[in-house]
């Protein structure tokens, strides 16, 4: 069964430095996402992305954030200048030809500030 | 914007019992409903999903049922096992808007052999 793949599974990094997390969505999906779960709460929404172009953000998803498809496989999230409060797992999801279609998970990067 | 509520955030059964778990959501245009098993450091997995036009729906030992006046829906597993022992999350969407899910804050469900 095809799954979403992100890389790299543990990310530390000093606080003020600049992160790229990366995602494989499944090939023939067209909608993809990214959420953050702070340890030990809820999965949070951040972005939805669709046609080479933001669809919704959240709050959180401030200046400090981006998106990009850089090529036809590849979805990443940047974040600028990280802060202590952005160490969390951040999960990429896909779903496919529609929006009523489930949205899957990948394995998640585990993003760490110090 | 939606907010959904899910309880209990534990939930402890013998094993072969039943377990029930339940979500309200706030926005009437949320159109989907899915849940997800979350076990400990792994992704989220999508083990049953509902759509607003539908009540109820079953797979095996799982099922979900959407009551869209009172606008709640509910997890019900049944002959729990202890491989069922995982953190189980809840999320309403409106998939006419973008589809964001908007989760619930889980449920740790701990099944004892």
Excluded at chain 1, 2 to 27: A, D, K, N, W, Y
Excluded at chain 2, 91 to 113: D, W
Aim: hydrophobic letters at 30%.
């Amino acid at each position: 069964e095809p799954e979403v793949t992100q890389t790299p599974s543990h990310q530390v990094t000093q606080m003020g430095q600049e992160v790229i997390l990366r995602c494989v969505p499944i090939s023939n999906h067209l909608y993809f996402y990214w959420y953050r779960q702070i340890l030990g709460q809820k999965v949070e929404f951040l972005v939805s992305f669709y046609n080479n172009e933001i669809s919704e953000k959240s709050e959180i998803f401030d200046d400090q954030f981006s998106v990009e498809r850089p090529d036809g496989s590849n979805f990443t999230l940047k974040i600028r200048s990280t802060k202590l409060e952005d160490s969390a797992m951040y999960f990429c999801a896909s779903s496919g030809q529609h929006l009523n279609q489930p949205q899957h998970f990948g394995d998640g990067t585990r993003l760490s500030i110090l | 914007g939606e907010n959904v509520e899910q309880h209990p955030s534990t939930l402890s059964v013998q094993e072969g019992d039943s377990a029930v778990i339940k979500c309200t959501y706030s926005d009437s245009a949320s159109n989907y409903f899915p849940w997800y098993k979350q076990e400990l450091g792994k992704r989220p997995q999508l083990i049953i999903d509902i759509r607003s036009n539908v009540g109820e729906k079953k797979d095996q030992r799982i099922a979900v049922t959407l009551n869209k006046t009172a606008k709640h829906f509910s997890l019900h597993i049944t002959e729990t096992q202890p491989e069922d022992s995982a953190v189980y999350f809840c999320a309403a969407s409106n998939y006419n808007q973008g589809g964001k899910l908007i989760f619930g804050q889980g449920t740790e469900l701990s099944v004892k052999p």
